[in-house]
DNA sequence: TTGAAAGCGCTAACAG
DNA sequence: CTGTTAGCGCTTTCAA
């Protein structure tokens, strides 16, 4: 039925073992070997079963995806596509397949990455996240098996390969630019001790108070659980201007979440910049069509997926490759949603 | 070094086949060598090499997934993260796998789909696209292998299993409710002819207006291809509103765009919906916080991928599935971006 | 420069 | 209920 190397063979009065060499490109088969091989390759429509091949060369040529969470709205962030983006550009460089995690819960993906692994589905793993206690990279780094990850880990980083935004340093810039402005009473929206680029947030943007000996309030940081509904968030916010020294600027965690903020502030007649300044990350197209434009930071994702595809082939092509930290850094884009205390 | 069926055979002492039942679960293996060999499996840390499986029983529980262009800025827009949760659901559900085309070019593409399928990487195929002249669906065609399509094909429907919007009837209905509200010069922005999705919405367009008996004009009809640069489509959208009869509603291709082009007249000071009613595809959730908020379709995207899914495990389980259309009906959400001709 | 043979890790008749 | 055997389609020594 289908067509294999036996077939091609017997048609070009070869062995298999020369069909073989011919697909390689082995320097030792003549030219008209070649040739004629070819010939009846093109002839038969053969095409080489690869997973034959990556059975007996222990190599798959495709590298897994690790998503947090496959299943939930956070994909609407357009994060995502755009790293994956940036890993596909590379992957496709090096004619590299991408499998996708597809799991929901953590467990989910904890199995699924088990068996890439010892499946042998992939040759290595990107993850595209890094919470704080992670067994999934405990997993990896315990198998030794090739992986890199976007985020700064929080354990073993001196083991592992990733790239990852100076998110301390970018957001400390933010922040003090919030106060150079004026501000003082600064909100920090969509704190999660989970992640650790929003622990890396936390920190750059406490810096940045000390710094200017503004006392740190707890009542200014906004978990993260409280924003991903709708109402909820609304009501939060609520709270939150209702204080009795309300917070004038914001810090937000993605430019989705500012932008549905600054909605809602129009609606109930809160002035973006004049009554509150905010700042966003991301850097998203619609931050440009929002009203105010909204400031934010490019961290450039695209590049992020990149490196991170970048550095993984490296370590595949050359298994020696020594762990190293890729800073990509991000830049505060200026718009017009902040703007001086008044 | 990594530990296979053999390995546990000997260990447990029975035979690489029962092993490979005790895996199966086999209804002919007494519970005790089960429980004993299971015992040894865990010890070991054995994990089946699917790769193996795979090779022998000719399927690889994997879908390919192939987006029209993974390169482009296209993946900005939320539907394909979306499509793909749909489709990831259902997968994991069956205990799928995805793989994901990684090309750039159509070419590049072609060539992925043609390495997937005989290079058995996936035992189906999933295509997120439909355009009016596409070879790869009739190389799965000619190749009778497996695959279904999110979106109608242009040809060769009647052989195909697809998941679709009602995308003719849908537009009619948008447009005719701009006419109702006394619209009578309304424009189309985004079409092309080379996507299958706005052919029908177009002919939908088109149908509304034949039935209210207002003229087709061609000058209301914006190709896609003027609106890709944020220039480009500026430049194009001044020379519409210069139009003598300047149209007073829209009909946009994608949320996305619209919100660009709320945006835009916001600030050149054309009034939305006073002066210009908008309604957009997709219905994203920025379509609520948008300023105003617009009125939008929601065409169910996590549903199209998870039927497309669903069709296509369906076909893998039981290759005697008939073809066959699937219509997801698109639903009007009405907010604030259309009102009544003044 | 090429062929023969062994084997990657697994499954599936066919026996027993 | 379980073992033996023969492959799946390919690559890779080892010989010639």
Redesign the interface.
């Known amino acids: 039925m289908t067509i294999t190397i036996k077939d091609v063979a017997q048609a070009a009065g070869v062995s298999p073992s020369t069909v073989s060499r011919v697909i390689s490109d082995h320097p030792r088969i003549s030219e008209e070997t070649k040739n004629r091989v070819r010939g009846v390759m093109q002839e038969l429509g053969y095409?080489?079963?690869?997973?034959?091949r990556?059975?007996v060369v222990r190599s798959?040529e495709?590298i897994g995806?690790v998503m947090p969470n496959?299943?939930s709205?956070v994909?609407?962030d357009?994060f995502?596509?755009?790293v994956?983006?940036g890993i596909?550009?590379k992957?496709?460089e090096h004619q590299?397949?991408?499998?996708?995690s597809?799991?929901?819960t953590e467990k989910?993906i904890y199995d699924?990455v088990?068996?890439m692994v010892?499946?042998?589905?992939v040759d290595g793993i990107i993850l595209l996240y890094s919470r704080t206690d992670d067994k999934i990279m405990k997993y990896l780094l315990e198998k030794k098996f090739p992986f890199t990850v976007v985020g700064r880990p929080f354990e073993n980083a001196e083991r592992i390969t990733f790239v990852d935004n100076d998110n301390t340093s970018i957001t400390k810039q933010v922040t003090t630019h919030l106060i150079d402005l004026g501000h003082k009473e600064i909100a920090f929206l969509g704190a999660n001790t989970e992640f650790v680029f929003t622990i890396d947030r936390l920190k750059g943007y406490k810096q940045a108070l000390e710094e200017a000996q503004i006392a740190f309030n707890e009542d200014y940081i906004i978990p993260d659980a409280f924003l991903q509904d709708e109402q909820l968030a609304e009501e939060k916010m609520k709270q939150l201007l209702a204080l009795p020294n309300r917070p004038t600027a914001f810090v937000i965690k993605d430019d989705?979440l500012a932008?549905?903020f600054?909605?809602?502030f129009?609606s109930i007649g809160i002035r973006v910049p004049e009554d509150i300044s905010m700042v966003g990350f991301n850097n998203?197209?619609?931050c440009?069509?929002?009203?105010p434009p909204l400031t934010s930071v490019d961290i450039h994702i695209f590049r992020l997926g990149l490196e991170g595809a970048n550095c993984l082939i490296e370590m595949l092509k050359n298994p020696d490759t020594l762990p190293k930290r890729i800073t990509i850094p991000g830049q505060m884009i200026y718009r017009k949603s902040c703007q001086e205390k008044v």
Chains 1, 2 share one sequence.
């Open positions: 095409h080489p079963n690869l997973q034959a990556s059975l798959t495709t995806v496959s299943a709205k994909l609407e357009p995502f596509p755009e994956l983006r596909s550009t992957a496709r590299f397949g991408i499998y996708l597809t799991g929901a989910e699924e088990v068996q010892q499946g042998r589905r989705f932008i549905q600054i909605s809602f129009n998203i197209t619609l440009e069509y929002s009203h």
